[in-house]
Structure formats: C-alpha cells, structure tokens
C-alpha cells in the first residue's frame, strides 16, 4: 500500500467511525464554525492541539508554527489573531509550547539548520533577555526545559501587544491570553500562571510568571 493509500484508507476509516458514532456530525461542521478559543501552539506533530484538550473538530481555532512564536511581521499569525477575534468572536487566546521543542533547542545550543536559523533568532532573543534566570543551570536538559517555559511566556505578552488585542480590549472586549505548556512525556498540560486580561498589568503578571519558573527550575534541579 502507497503513502497515499494509507491516508486515504485511514481517512475513510475515520469518516465512517465519527458517522457511526453522530450521523449528523458533518452536517453540523460544514455548516457552521463556532470555536471557542484560538490555540497558538507549536507545529510539531507529537502537540495535536484540540485532541489533547479533548475538543472535537470545530471547537478551537488553531495556528501553529515552529516554536509557537508569535512575532508582530507575521501577517499569517496575525490575521489569525484578527479573524479569531474579530469575525469568529473568540476571547480566549491560548498559547501553547512544550518540553522538548526542538526549535528551542536548536536555538539554545546555537545549531545551524539553514533558512529556519532566521525564525529561531526569536528564541535566542528571549534566552538573552532572560539568561540571568537561565544561567544557574548547567545541565542543558534543564536549560531546554526553562526555556521552553520562558518562551510561551515571552509569546502571550507579544499576544498582548498586537495590535487586534489591544483595540479589542479598547472596545471593551472581554479577550484573555493565557500561557500553557505540554509534557510529551506524559501528556499533560501546566498552566504556566501568565493570564492577562484587559485590566491586568502585562508587565506583572510576566514577572511573577518568570519568577515562578525559575523556582520550578530549581526546585527540579534539587530534586536530581
């Protein structure tokens, strides 16, 4: 059987096992999208966004990238952001990372990988802006982790700062942001404790959320 026979015989299966299940199912996805939260996530394929948090098809707008950055030059991000917002009414924006990114790994040991070196001088911006808090830890394993942490929180104040967010709580417009993090290894997700609103002061809420991961960083480093 070819690739695409594969996907095609796998498609069917699961076609005809959700028909099975709700027969009415496409008929109430095709004619309407009614999600409930954008998922700003990383594009690894290990990260399926709306099956992790149990969500069907149609119940979270997703936008996915390497490394989950959001970076104001990025009109495909953000005419998600502005669509999310704006035309399919969301107000929870949701930013996704995880342990054992590869991006942020890359961009921590320095690797030369050719066009994608570009987009990971993200990353290296938040490790130098916060390499005071990175430093205590030797171990690189330990560094990823924190970095990872370090990153999503960077990202939900570059949310923050967009311009959609910001006329949207301009209206008056209830919209949160919230920073999470996702194990691989067992499948869970960690609330990273950065969740801004329209009346909450970015700047705080960051700090006491890198705060709070450099003391999860040392505490597991203690463990060891």
Known sequence: M????LLFANNRAWAAATLARDPAFFDKLKNQQSPGYLWIGCADSRVPANEIVGLLPGEMFVHRNVANVVVHTDLNCLSV???AIDVLGINEIIVTGHYGCGGVIAA???RRLGLIDNWLRHIQDVMRRHEALLAPHGAQAERARLLCE???IEQVGNVCQTSM???AWGRGRDVIVRGWIYDVADGLLNDLGVRVGRDDSL???QE???LAAAERARVRATAR
């Open 2 to 5: 070819t690739t695409k026979d």
């Open 150 to 152: 370090l990153n999503v």
């Open 208 to 210: 006491r959320a890198l």
């Open 81 to 83: 952001i502005q669509y």
């Open 203 to 205: 700047a705080l809420t």
């Open 165 to 167: 967010v910001q006329e």
């Open 108 to 110: 921590l040991e320095q």
